[in-house]
């Protein structure tokens, strides 16, 4: 079963452009993780923030989680090409299980 | 950091026979690993949860007589597709997280294998 819903499914941009990707879910969650999966790769873990924490930084990524709409962001800020990849949602709930976000597509062009 | 390893990253097989695919978590012991299938251009979706030393739990859907699951070690989870049809044709990941979470790391993370593609033919 999948929790998230990811918006939007693909998205087309330009090298230097911020890109903004949003996940929606469903129940309540303990955590919320944003992974990274280049094209027949495996998932690279981006970041993780937590059910009381509502914005979180690592380099050029930036999270936000909106517990009582039950939302989360990413931003990518200053795209370079090598960002184009798959990026999935991902949250936790009780018993540890890691149910995914359908996705989005990001495609930057150089 | 934590690695976890799968193997073998790539495998064809006819129609009929089974595929035994494993993973491995090689710095740190995990109790519980989870097994995923992602289909083309789709998210991952939940198969089953493998715990070390008990009956694996399945999804609804999933079909434990066709995938079987054996968590025989701390370290080591196996995913065995019986009788596999073309329509098990996948790419099947497996994550392992550790209870008491690693040195510099967070608990709550799990580490993701690199994946198996498998094609039946």
């Known amino acids: 079963s999948q929790q998230g819903e990811e918006d939007p499914q693909a998205l087309s941009i330009q090298e230097g452009e911020n890109a903004t990707m949003n996940c929606s879910y469903k129940?309540?969650?303990?955590?919320l993780q944003w992974y990274r999966q280049n094209s027949g790769r495996g998932l690279v873990h981006l970041i993780l923030i937590r059910s009381n924490e509502r914005e979180k930084h690592s380099g050029r990524l930036r999270v936000t989680l909106d517990t009582s709409k039950k939302s989360s962001s990413l931003l990518i800020t200053a795209s370079r090409a090598a960002d184009t990849a798959s990026y999935f949602c991902a949250t936790n709930t009780g018993g540890f299980k890691t149910i995914f976000g359908a996705g989005t597509r990001l495609f930057v062009k150089a | 950091g934590a690695v976890v390893s799968q193997h073998p990253s790539r495998v064809i097989c006819k129609s009929g026979t089974s595929v035994k695919i494993e993973c491995r978590s090689l710095?740190?012991?995990?109790?519980?690993m989870f097994w995923y299938r992602q289909f083309p251009k789709q998210s991952l979706m939940l198969m089953a949860t493998?715990?070390?030393?008990?009956?694996?739990?399945?999804e609804q859907g999933v079909e434990k007589d066709k995938f079987l699951i054996n968590h025989a070690s701390l370290t080591l989870s196996t995913l065995t597709v019986t009788s596999a049809h073309p329509e098990d044709s996948s790419f099947y990941i497996c994550?392992?997280?550790?209870?008491?979470?690693?040195?510099?790391?967070?608990?709550?993370?799990?580490?993701f294998g690199p994946g198996t593609r498998l094609l039946v033919l």
């Open positions: 994550s392992a997280r550790s209870p008491s979470g690693l040195a510099g790391g967070i608990r709550e993370t799990q580490y």
């Open positions: 129940t309540s969650i303990n955590n």
């Open positions: 493998s715990n070390e030393g008990s009956k694996a739990t399945y």
């Open positions: 710095d740190f012991q995990a109790t519980t």
